[in-house]
């Protein structure tokens, strides 16, 4: 009964939005680059920079307008460094994200004790928190009243995933990223820039990335510690690729990642398991994700084989 009492309270509707919040703006950092053509691997260590840069900027600053500004350059910095190395170097986009990964792995610890002298958190130096959002009446409601009384960059999210599907449908620019990432020889036959187009969408990928850093450094914890993004930015990758570059089902499956996330969390104090193995879920359910989405599109590929 405790179990089922956890899974229907307001508390774990609460943290499972919370948990959503930066694997959301991951998916659709991964959106915007798998639409152009890229697979952004890059989008982990974009997140977990941008994250400390917001939350330095906010602390020397007094102000979280400018930490998520800085954060969100930060995002953009990481993606035209992907679209040079991929364009210009000529290098793997998928290598190459790798080793950003890497670099921004030494690179966090690094500006922290060059700025700090310290090399795992930045508690010495609280980030300015980004102010939460709570609406007169309907804050009120029963469980889905937690709705309205979240952080600033929840209402962000929504209109993002609301404003992505206008302008890759609707807009000029959002029609040529998806030529460009559709069949890119037809898109440069009739004289569309490949490289423009696919650096345009790494930069609206860095801005999603950069978001998603700030929240958890700025809002989820008011520090930035170097473990915190905890593989985010290949969960966000995982629930793209199960929303099949659809922002509406995108945003679904980020939310069930995030569900899953806030179980593992809260299940430690109702069931007598190991909370290492709990925290394992999470990661388990990416793979399994990804398992089934290569074996429905198999399965497709198969159909449409037949059919032809």
Not at 56 to 76: D, K, V
Not at 151 to 180: D, P
Not at 253 to 269: H, R
Request: glycine letters at 10%; hydrophobic letters at 55%.
């Amino acid at each position: 009964m405790k179990i089922f009492e956890m899974l229907f309270s307001e508390e774990f509707f609460y943290t499972s939005i919370q948990l959503t919040i930066p694997i959301l703006f991951a998916a659709l950092a991964a959106l915007i680059s798998n639409k152009a053509g890229i697979l952004n691997i890059n989008i982990e260590g974009s997140m977990s920079v941008s994250a400390l840069i917001g939350a330095l900027i906010s602390f020397f600053t007094q102000s979280y307008i400018w930490g998520i500004l800085g954060g969100i350059g930060t995002g953009i910095l990481m993606g035209i460094l992907l679209s040079i190395c991929t364009h210009k170097l000529k290098t793997s986009s998928v290598l190459t994200g790798v080793a950003l990964n890497i670099f921004a792995t030494g690179f966090v610890v690094f500006l922290m004790y060059s700025i700090l002298g310290t090399k795992g958190d930045t508690t010495s130096a609280p980030s300015y928190a980004i102010p939460y959002i709570k609406i007169p009446y309907l804050k009120d409601i029963p469980i889905i009243g937690v709705l309205f009384e979240q952080n600033l960059l929840f209402y962000i999210a929504i209109i993002s995933v609301i404003s992505i599907s206008t302008f890759l449908n609707k807009t000029k620019m959002g029609l040529l990223i998806k030529a460009v990432g559709y069949n890119p020889i037809a898109a440069k036959s009739v004289g569309i820039s490949i490289e423009k187009i696919q650096l345009i969408a790494l930069i609206i990928a860095g801005v999603f990335a950069g978001l998603g850093g700030v929240f958890l450094s700025m809002s989820y914890l008011s520090t930035y510690n170097s473990g915190m993004i905890a593989g985010r930015g290949f969960i966000g990758l995982a629930a793209e690729a199960m929303g099949a570059g659809q922002p509406l089902l995108t945003m679904i499956f980020a939310f069930i990642f995030g569900i899953v996330s806030a179980f593992a969390i809260n299940a430690q104090t109702a069931l007598n398991i190991p909370y290492e193995l709990l925290n394992t879920l999470p990661y388990l359910m990416t793979i399994l994700a990804l398992v089934i989405y290569s074996i429905s599109k198999l399965k497709k590929q198969k159909n449409s084989r037949r059919v032809k």
